[in-house]
């Protein structure tokens, strides 16, 4: 399988390759790890004229504490973060998340600023960053801003990234005494997520929610906190029939996903029952 | 056209290529590597596995330019003397039936103990859950992993 023809940069510094996105905008396509892009572009279903390849711009790949956060590097692959010590203790669920994704190569090569960026709405890392109430960083040549997760999934493909900004970095705040989980509904276990619940609780004495930040991947058009169930949760005691009333509200609001793997009645079965299992799973982590 | 510089089982090579030519088609067609094989050439199979930089990765997911300045090992490079140890195991295993997955199913092992000598079966299935093979059910190529772990630390520790 050929893509189509496509004038291909391999930038070395974040500046030039801002300077070749600012001209190319439109037209043109950020190559991070590949594992999405090159397959749509295969299927012609992408079809760039400009290919931005950011895999040789050395500083875009870290982990690294920043006061009470964890930074991240856009281009540091799933495989680097389900192996860092920091995450796994200060930012576990980016962890437990990164090691669920695909399969050992896809791991290997993919990025968590490509996966965020490219906004696939039954990827598993958007539920994750949702749910660890992360912020991401858009430079483009003349300064940067910052973007809340909640605001940065926009719709299927679609971000809140302007043409001419790239995703440089995510920062998570560390997490250390939350209770983290991300669990997902797949055909098999490499696939994408018929329906994936990240969860961050934080617990008080008898099971009292303090704080709960939830992510759903798979069931609409892009990922999104389900904010009527993390209200409903907020400041309750957490049991059985209290966490499974409140699940039933993961889809509200919500014009839940239709296809070949599960019509929209039964992915907001799963959405319900995935996600009082997360919260339960969570609670016992 | 772009000109790439890379590193193939220790050999260098330099080629002119095509943007949109696939790192798969370039070890098959330019550098004539034909042991990697082109399975569904869309990064389910695994057929195309190969190494790069020391991680096990889908060639088929590469553009060829990306693997500018790259240090690759294919299933042509593991053998030094005869078989590898891996490769031994796979057929007194019986863990290859038509054989179209077996580079990739072998590279994907040898990532594996590359980083993880002594793998459980656990690990071991995990290390080739991006591998697919059709005929022998797995069973096969994971204990000719297992084996091939053991057979390895033991002409280590002579």
New interface residues.
């Given amino acids: ?8 940069f ?1 930038p070395t510094s974040l500046q030039e390759a801002l300077s070749l996105l600012s001209i190319y905008q439109d037209e043109a396509k950020l ?1 991070a790890g ?2 999405s892009l ?2 749509l572009m ?2 012609r279903l992408a079809n760039p004229k400009y ?1 931005i ?1 950011l ?1 040789h711009i050395a500083d875009l790949n870290y982990i690294r504490q920043n006061g009470d956060k964890i930074a991240i590097g856009a281009m540091t692959t799933y ?1 680097q973060i389900k192996d860092s010590e920091l995450l796994r203790k200060d930012c576990p669920l980016l962890v437990k998340t990164a090691s669920v994704v ?5 791991r ?2 993919g990025t968590i600023g490509g996966s965020l960026s490219h906004a696939d709405p039954a990827a598993d890392m958007p539920a994750a960053v949702l749910a660890s109430g992360a912020e991401l960083k858009a430079v483009h040549l003349n300064g940067e801003r910052w973007i809340k997760a909640e605001e940065f999934f926009v719709t299927t493909f679609t971000t809140a990234l302007a043409p001419n900004e790239i995703l440089t970095e995510i920062r998570a705040p560390t997490l250390a005494g939350h209770k983290t989980i991300y669990l997902k509904a797949a055909p098999r ?2 696939d994408f997520a018929i329906v994936g619940i990240a969860a961050c609780l934080r617990l008080g004495p008898n099971n009292r929610c303090e704080g709960i930040a939830m992510g759903v991947t798979g069931a609409s058009d892009k990922a999104y906190r389900p904010q009527a169930l993390e209200k409903a949760l907020q400041g309750e005691k957490l049991d059985f029939y209290t966490i499974r009333e409140a699940a039933a509200r993961v889809t509200e609001g919500i014009e839940v996903n239709e296809n070949i793997h599960a019509s929209s009645g039964f992915r907001s079965h799963l959405a319900q029952v995935y996600t009082a299992r997360a919260i339960q799973t969570a609670m016992n982590s | 056209m772009h000109r790439i510089k890379l590193k193939i089982n220790g050999k260098g090579f330099e080629h002119e290529v095509d943007s949109r030519l696939l790192l798969i088609h370039y070890l098959r067609e330019k550098a004539r590597l034909t042991g990697t094989h082109v399975g569904c050439d869309t990064g389910n199979c695994g057929a195309c596995t190969i190494i790069f930089n020391g991680k096990a990765v889908k060639s088929c997911m590469i553009l060829a330019v990306q693997a500018n300045g790259a240090e690759l090992t294919t299933i042509e490079g593991i053998a030094q003397n005869g078989f590898h140890p891996i490769q031994e195991s796979f057929m007194d295993k019986f863990a290859v039936q038509c054989g179209y997955c077996t580079p990739g199913m072998i590279m994907s092992a040898h990532a594996l103990l590359l980083e993880n000598p002594d793998p459980n079966e656990t690990e071991i299935r995990e290390a080739i859950e991006g591998n697919l093979c059709m005929c022998t059910g797995y069973q096969q190529i994971v204990e000719a992993i297992s084996h091939a772990a053991k057979k390895i630390g033991r002409s280590e520790k002579k």
């Avoid at chain 1, 399988?1 to 291909?8: D, K, L, Q, T, V």
């Fill in positions: 399988m050929y893509p189509n023809r496509f004038e291909y391999a190559l590949g594992q090159l397959s295969k299927l290919l390849d895999g495989a695909g399969d050992v190569q896809v290997n090569r276990p490499t």
